[in-house]
């Protein structure tokens, strides 16, 4: 058998002209195949497109719902804790306020209670300012009552005045009614005050009016009682009573009260002073000068303290 001559001069043998062949004629159809797939391909993309994007979008559709439910989830708890943390944050804010209102509360009500002992103290400074200086004296300082010590004498009063002021031992002690007591220990800041009720107390005494001379004594309550007292007295109840100075214990015309009841067994007097209400008084010295002629004031000479008028028009 003779062999082809290929291109150039060079034989090929049969059998590879024949593979060759059957290469290219398997190529061809596969071309021509595949070109057709495409073509069907492209023609069934085409045909499909219109048809997915009704699905797609139901797709998207079906989708989002489930992204929606499933966002949805965390929601719930979400604004349940939000909800919580409002409540918490509105009682924190209510707590605070209340605290806050707690606070001014107590504060206004520290301010009302300042502005009481105020008004309280001014009305004692005024009432101390109105305590008179009987003839013959002259105030040493004005002190406040602070304590009721007791001990050897059952009626006595502590007063927040002592030698640093001035005060010395039996001096007399007025507020704004009459004599209270006098002067019995000094110390360098208090002094203890001898009030006219208690059993050791004696003071030498004139009734107005009727000028008999006596001794008031105290009697360990709200009443004094005269002792010593004329063979025929003229006074009347009703009468003032005033210091009359004899032994220059204390300065005359210091008024002490007035007699409430006088029958053969005793003659008692009542205090003008209220023992109550007792807080500021005057700490009063005698001048060295005597009245002139040193006579005992009358009741004319001396003023009639307020709560003695009341008592009297009662």
Request: charged letters at 25%; hydrophobic letters at 45%.
């Amino acid at each position: 058998m003779a062999r082809a001559l290929a291109p150039g001069g060079l034989r090929v043998s049969p059998i590879r002209r024949d593979r060759a062949t059957s290469w290219r004629r398997l190529r061809e159809a596969a071309r021509r195949r595949s070109t057709g797939l495409l073509a069907l391909a492209a023609l069934a993309l085409l045909l499909l497109a219109k048809a997915d994007i009704k699905l797609l979008g139901y797709l998207a559709e079906r989708t989002g719902d489930l992204l929606a439910a499933v966002a949805e989830l965390p929601a719930a708890p979400l604004a349940a804790v939000r909800r919580a943390t409002d409540t918490l944050g509105s009682l924190l804010a209510l707590e605070e306020e209340n605290a806050r209102l707690r606070e001014e509360n107590r504060r206004l009500v520290h301010w009302q209670n300042e502005a009481v002992r105020l008004s309280v103290q001014n009305a004692a400074l005024r009432e101390a300012l109105k305590i008179p200086e009987p003839p013959g004296t002259r105030r040493v300082t004005t002190a406040r009552i602070v304590a009721d010590p007791g001990g050897l004498f059952v009626h006595t009063r502590l007063i927040d005045a002592g030698r640093d002021r001035g005060v010395a031992k039996g001096m007399p002690i007025v507020d704004g009614y009459g004599l209270v007591g006098r002067v019995v220990e000094v110390g360098e800041r208090s002094a203890r005050v001898l009030l006219i009720t208690d059993f050791n107390s004696k003071i030498p005494v004139v009734v107005a009016g009727s000028r008999d001379q006596a001794i008031l004594e105290g009697r360990n309550g709200p009443l004094a009682e005269l002792r010593f007292l004329p063979m025929d007295p003229s006074f009347s109840v009703g009468d003032r009573v005033l210091t009359s100075g004899g032994g220059g214990l204390l300065p005359p015309g210091l008024p002490i009260g007035e007699i409430v009841r006088a029958d053969e067994r005793r003659v008692l007097v009542k205090p003008f002073v209220d023992w109550d209400r007792l807080d500021l008084v005057a700490v009063l010295d005698t001048l060295p000068v005597p009245a002139p002629g040193g006579a005992v004031p009358t009741a004319e000479a001396v003023p009639v303290p307020a709560r003695a008028a009341e008592v009297r028009t009662r």
